[in-house]
């Protein structure tokens, strides 16, 4: 087995291993394309995670006794013991939890499809390898400014990456939309860059036009479009931060948006509702709302009422952060 490329995140090192060079040079052309991971120059004779690559699926069958936690018409989530599979058409992977394996076989017409279906599919298998290492992952937009993090927290059609986009076109920087990582350090706990790309409702690019640039690659993600925000903002790209303040943002048919503060209790709560996995894997759910309590006790927790005024004029953002967002250094 040949070992085509090695990546990093976090201090946690990532191999892949292909016999089919072409094979193993597309799936590293998707890491690459998809998420924000170093590209290793060296090979490591030991590394944490193993993503090895196989073109004939009859070497992971499921087995009947797999008991299934997702079944949808693009993807299924079964799990035996310390093995998961997930399936998404003819194309598997087979994980072995207990050791950080991935074995799996990727079949052609996989590349024909959207580029966020490709990324979603080898996501989920490196968010179930990632976990043993104390990365985490949640449904969260990372945004900072002057050395002030925020997470907007929430799931598809939440506001969260309106929100978010709003905020970057104003100056923010930004970590990644959708799912970032959270990792346990000696100062706090930190969010990290993950997935590249944004989703974002065809509204805006009315009311935003560089959002619309022809130079920049888009794609439709159901009915919303994707595009690769660092060749729009790239200066305003940044790894991690130590988020202080969580915002859970909801929709509502009210005209005027508003944000209250809510309890640490109930912020913990929607934060565990926000957390990608965190009840499909008993044997280290403990350990993940440890960190998820540390999280929360850091930082203030708010719920954002998104009224039809920010749908109308999403940079009124700012206007309803003013009273938790501290004024910028002069």
Known sequence: MSVLGSFSISHTNLQVECKDR???ERVIGAIEDCFFMTRNGSISNSPDITLRFERENSLFKVPERAQVLCDSPSLRVLQDGDFCYLVRGNSIFKLNLACSRGNGSIDPHFWESPPKYQQEFLMLSLLWLF?????????????????????FLGGSGSGK?????SLIRQGWGYLSDDVNLIRH???GIEALAFQKGFSFDPHLSVLYPDLDNPMVPHSLNGHKRFLDINL?????????????????????SQGKSHISQIEKSKGLIMLIENSGGIM??????AMQIEILKLLVSQTDCYQLFAGRDL????????????????????
């Not at 976990?131 to 997470?151: Q, S, T």
């Not at 953002?317 to 910028?328: A, M």
């Open 161 to 165: 990456s309106t929100a978010a986009l």
């Open 22 to 24: 072409r094979l193993g």
């Open 232 to 252: 729009l903002y790239p200066d305003g790209h940044l790894n991690s931060c130590f988020p202080r303040v969580l915002i859970f943002p909801k929709i509502v």
């Open 311 to 330: 749908y109308e004029e999403p940079e009124k953002i700012t206007e309803v952060l003013s009273g938790i967002v501290p004024r910028p250094k002069e």
């Open 280 to 285: 499909l894997d008993k044997a280290i759910v």
């Open 185 to 187: 350090r000696s100062d």
């Open 131 to 151: 976990r043993n290492h104390g990365l985490y992952a949640l449904h969260a937009n990372g945004l900072v400014k002057d050395d002030f993090g925020i997470l």
